[in-house]
Nanobody
Framework: QVQLMESGGGLVKSGGSLRLSCSAAREEGPFSAMGWHRQAPGKERYLVAGITRGGAPYYSTSVEGRFTISRDSDSMSNTIYLQMNNLKVEDTAIYFC????????WGQGTQVTVSS
């Protein structure tokens, strides 16, 4: 079981920005991919963005152009970031970090709330 620590959620007005972080212990991995899913109340969890071991990002069409996923430049680091710009009310959800290593491992989630 990989331990993932998330931070950066909060409350922001529509059009604002937030940055999420997700870290795993240095001795974990390497991970074939890391990223974020989100789950809004009453809805299913779905992929928002991910980044492969090679550094290739991928996004849900609902966030492409507004969200940017990146990885810490330290090659020994297992930290990723999700920069979220031009946030919309519909981005409100719990955001869950994941890391693929022997299966998909999940963080506890961090709440993002966007007000109108």
């Amino acid at each position: 079981q990989v331990q993932l620590m998330e931070s950066g959620g909060g409350l922001v007005k529509s059009g604002g920005s937030l940055r999420l972080s997700c870290s795993a212990a240095r001795e974990e991995g390497p991970f074939s991919a890391m990223g974020w899913h989100r789950q809004a109340p009453g809805k299913e969890r779905y992929l928002v963005a991910g980044i492969t071991r090679g550094g290739a990002p991928y996004y849900s069409t609902s966030v492409e152009g507004r969200f940017t996923i990146s990885r810490d430049s330290d090659s020994m680091s297992n930290t990723i970031y999700l920069q979220m710009n031009n946030l919309k009310v519909e981005d409100t959800a719990i955001y869950f970090c994941f890391a693929d290593y022997g299966g998909r491992n999940w963080g506890q989630g961090t709440q993002v709330t966007v007000s109108s």
